[in-house]
């Protein structure tokens, strides 16, 4: 499988212990959606180690059209807005997305903007501040949870009863 951008063959790599494809010529990453998207929430690095991440590897963003490196379809563009703006482009058959040089840091900036994103961060910090005895007793709560309704459930039951709208994303 070659770079979309280079051609260079892709190689077989971790980004925080997440399997990706990397390119070892313009640094761009080759990651599977829903793999970009335990990334985004790892919290692993700190927002420092991600900014110098972006300073060393930031490439060029592709405003040009990509082709997939599985299927050769061509890929989708959005814009990622985090102070600057860039692009990610998509391929909705294969879903995976291609990530330039710095743009996956970029991404994880991104998400801690978001409140949802904090609050994340802030709950991994406590956990991790948690004594033996306190994480324990947590899982065993979160144990005893009542389980949450599946989106599609949710989503006809309130088109069925009448419920309000929810509004919701596939890519928050």
Known sequence: MNCPVCSTRLLRGSY??????ACPQC????VEK????VIKRRG???????????LQRLQ???????????CRHMMRKSVVRCGTEFHL????????VWFDGGELAMFQLAYEETDQGREGLEAQRRHKEMTPAEREAFEENVAHLPEEKPLLTELFEGLLFGRGRRRFSFWD
């Open 16 to 21: 925080e212990d997440v399997q990706v494809r």
């Open 60 to 70: 060029t963003d592709t405003t040009s059209q990509l082709s997939c490196p599985r």
């Open 27 to 30: 640094r761009g990453m080759l």
């Open 34 to 37: 829903h793999k970009a998207d």
């Open 89 to 96: 482009d998509s391929c909705p058959k294969c879903r995976v």
């Open 44 to 54: 692993e690095r700190t927002t420092d180690e991600l900014k110098d991440e972006v």
